[in-house]
């Protein structure tokens, strides 16, 4: 295990704080090698910062998330990073429909490392209030933590 990509709509919400929620959890483990990044399946937001509310609900969490920027999602990342973990179903989908025949990447729903929640999906924080980014963040670190705990499973194995 090498690298990780967090994938979004737009690459300015939930998937910049899942990059700083599985930086921190890969660095609290020890696996501080392991690369992090993140980009959107649309073009909208390229070269922007994350929303203002994503950084702030980060920066409580003691991760500062700032210094990214949204890019969107092209086809050499699909060898480039073991695991690309989408947000949603619809993010999933459009990874599936993008992902080149014979690329090494595996594509998953970032909650399916989070364990026994009743949602599969992280709920798109950018047209509601601040609760909603908090909200994201608590699903988006569950999942973190689990995922980190699966690589350091299949390190060891």
């Keep these: ?3 990780i990509l967090l994938v979004c709509l ?3 919400c939930r998937s910049p704080m899942a990059q700083g929620a599985v930086r921190l959890a890969l660095d609290e483990a020890g696996l501080a090698h392991i690369e992090t990044d993140s980009a959107g399946t ?3 937001h390229v070269g922007s910062p994350p929303d203002p509310r994503a950084v702030k609900t ?3 969490r003691d991760m500062d998330i700032s210094g990214q920027r949204a890019r969107q999602v092209e086809t050499t990342d699909f060898d480039r990073f073991d695991i690309i ?4 179903r619809n993010n999933y989908a459009r990874l599936r429909e993008l992902q080149p025949d014979g690329s090494t990447g595996r594509v998953h729903l970032l ?5 026994e929640l ?15 980014f908090d909200h994201a963040l ?3 670190e569950q999942a973190a933590r689990g995922l980190v705990t699966h690589i350091a499973a299949r390190s060891k194995g």
């Design 58 to 60: 980060a920066l409580m």
């Design 118 to 132: 009743p949602v599969r999906e992280v709920p798109d924080p950018y047209y509601g209030g601040d609760d909603g």
């Design 1 to 3: 295990m090498k690298s």
């Design 10 to 12: 737009g690459n300015i």
């Design 111 to 115: 909650l399916e490392f989070a364990g």
């Design 138 to 140: 608590d699903l988006i």
């Design 85 to 88: 973990a989408a947000m949603d």
């Design 42 to 44: 649309s073009g909208w």
